[in-house]
């Protein structure tokens, strides 16, 4: 699912995007095919149109997004520099941004059933390890910034871990399943994701398996 990768979306108002009957696509979370980020299904806006509070309720999506991950570390970091009152602070703000991103997705009408949510993650995460990620990594290594290619390369490969993972979970549900697993792992320094139980080292980025946490 996404620091954000979503662009602003400048499309004209009242202008249409390619999508399945009922639908449209609209630009920055939905990105028509070739375009960089992620993709999301927005069904039933207006006439399908690409109406103005369209535009302003992903771009107020992308911001509350981004807010929420850099407020999360920010109260870690103020944790960690002895100002736990303020590291409150900032989780709390933390807390609230996703509160609005939340009801941001649901007024876009971008959370689908299951299936339908699973589709659109396949896709968004393989457009990631693909197409997005190859790019700035060989951008990165081009200007020399050795962590930032590191940083692209780990989360390329978790993407394409995670692609494959929500295929195996899109199989299930079409068969009217659930996947077939107790307990999932992620690893907190790179991102991938383990069904079963941990690998006694991270494929991606090394770490011991003591390291992952079992997700809840």
């Known amino acids: 699912m996404r620091p954000h990768r979503f662009g602003p979306g400048h499309g004209p108002p009242r202008r249409r995007y390619p999508g399945k009957t009922g639908s449209v696509l609209l630009p920055g979370i939905c990105q028509p095919p070739g375009d960089r980020g992620e993709r999301f299904l927005i ?15 992903q771009e107020a999506y992308a911001g509350e997004s981004q807010a929420n991950r850099k407020y999360s570390v920010f109260a870690e970091k103020a944790a960690a520099e002895g100002y736990p009152a303020v590291g409150k602070l900032f989780r709390a703000a933390s807390e609230a941004e996703a509160i609005h991103a939340k009801r941001l997705l649901f007024i876009q009408n971008a959370v689908g059933s299951t299936e339908e949510n699973l589709k659109g993650a396949v896709e968004g995460e ?17 200007e020399r910034k050795n962590e930032a290619a590191i940083v692209f390369t780990h989360a390329m490969k978790a993407e394409e871990v995670h692609a494959n993972l929500y295929l195996q979970a899109l199989e299930a549900v079409r068969e009217g399943k659930d996947l077939d697993v107790e307990k999932v792992y992620l690893c907190p320094v790179c991102g991938n994701v383990e069904l079963g139980a941990a690998p006694e080292k991270c494929p991606i980025c090394g770490v011991p398996d003591r390291m992952f946490r079992e997700v809840q």
């Not at 069904?43 to 309720?57: E, L, Q, V």
């Not at 393989?126 to 081009?142: C, D, R």
Request: glycine share 4%.
């Open 126 to 142: 393989t457009f990631e390890f693909t197409e997005m990620y190859p790019k700035f990594v060989a951008e990165a290594k081009e």
């Open 43 to 57: 069904r039933g806006s207006r006439n399908n149109y690409f109406m103005p509070t369209d535009k302003n309720a």
